[in-house]
């Protein structure tokens, strides 16, 4: 039996579902889905899923945009948009 934990991930998949019925969204949008759909889960859970969705060849990366607003970081905010491949 091989050691380690298992490739598969009930978060993960439930990630993959949402993109493959929403399209494409980054993580916060993810985020509110997922709590609205499957219950509470952290932010940092959905970005460690998505991270290694695309290390593991199921989730890629749609697109990248700087979009502007009143951020309270400063006026611009790289957002990272997912898909299901």
Do not use: C, F, N
């Not at 993580?27 to 969705?53: A, F, S, W």
Request: proline share 5%; net charge positive.
């Amino acid at each position: 039996m091989a050691k380690g934990r298992r490739p598969g991930s009930e978060v993960r998949e439930r990630i993959i579902q949402l993109l493959r019925e929403k399209g494409a969204m980054h993580g916060y949008q993810i985020y509110k889905e997922y709590i609205k759909k499957y219950g509470p889960v952290t932010l940092r859970l959905i970005y460690y899923h998505l991270k290694k969705g695309i290390d593991l060849g199921e989730i890629g990366i749609s697109h990248v945009s700087e979009e502007e607003g009143p951020y309270s970081w400063g006026p611009r905010a790289r957002k990272v948009y997912y898909k299901a491949l």
